[in-house]
T-cell receptor
Framework: AQSVTQLDSHVSVSEGTPVLLRCNYSSSYSPSLFWYVQHPNKGLQLLLKYTSAATLVKGINGFEAEFKKSETSFHLTKPSAHMSDAAEYFC?????????????FGQGTELSVKP | NAGVTQTPKFQVLKTGQSMTLQCAQD?????MSWYRQDPGMGLRLIHYSVGAGITDQGEVPNGYNVSRSTTEDFPLRLLSAAPSQTSVYFCASTGRSGNTIYFGEGSWLTVV
């Protein structure tokens, strides 16, 4: 069965320091992987996605993620945090080829950014 | 969230009332799905559809009903609302490849 584990429920960083949000997945097939961000009381915004092309994926707002098949990981990073990055982040796996419309969400990581 | 229209955005219901959350997409996508979001639990799949006339249950289907009479529409019905159904609901659609997901803007539902 497919699953997604976000290893930290809450991450706190200082403004200007690097961000690392960790995501491990389990999939029997070649998945598509996504990171979404959600600001308070807002909808879901796509940060980036991996769809079996380059393993290092660059997204919006300076975020990037690296797909590591051997480690079944898809960690999200940013070199320098900004106050506006404070939000909840979701790692998502899509196995549409075999799951017919299912998306599997991680439980989310809340990112706090201190001035 | 271009292409997926989800309504209403906010709704307050009394226990026992019924209502329908609407979801429509104009991209001719085969796959559509409904999720609920609760604090600390991420988004959980309620029901999904792989095409018109075909639906299936997700992780948390109890208390909800869906139908897919057309490719464009995938309404979610709450048959008899309960306080446990207070949540934020998201509709999603995608094409066959699954490489791009479109979400609705969300529906904030409170059951009192």
């Amino acid at each position: 069965a497919q699953s997604v584990t976000q290893l930290d429920s809450h991450v706190s960083v200082s403004e200007g320091t690097p961000v690392l949000l960790r995501c491990n997945y389990s999939s029997s097939y070649s998945p598509s992987l996504f990171w979404y961000v959600q600001h308070p009381n807002k909808g879901l915004q796509l940060l980036l996605k991996y769809t079996s092309a380059a393993t290092l994926v660059k997204g919006i707002n300076g975020f990037e993620a690296e797909f590591k098949k051997s480690e079944t990981s898809f960690h999200l990073t940013k070199p320098s945090a900004h106050m506006s990055d404070a939000a909840e982040y979701f790692c998502v796996v899509s196995d549409y080829g075999n799951q017919g419309g299912k998306l599997i969400f991680g439980q989310g990581t809340e990112l706090s950014v201190k001035p | 969230n271009a292409g997926v229209t989800q309504t209403p955005k906010f709704q307050v219901l009394k226990t026992g009332q019924s209502m329908t959350l609407q979801c429509a997409q104009d991209m001719n996508h085969e796959y559509m799905s409904w999720y609920r979001q609760d604090p600390g639990m991420g988004l959980r799949l309620i029901h999904y559809s792989v095409g018109a006339g075909i639906t299936d249950q997700g992780e948390v289907p109890n208390g909800y009903n869906v139908s897919r009479s057309t490719t464009e529409d995938f309404p979610l019905r709450l048959l008899s609302a309960a306080p446990s159904q207070t949540s934020v609901y998201f509709c999603a659609s995608t094409g066959r490849s699954g490489n791009t997901i479109y979400f609705g803007e969300g529906s904030w539902l409170t059951v009192v």
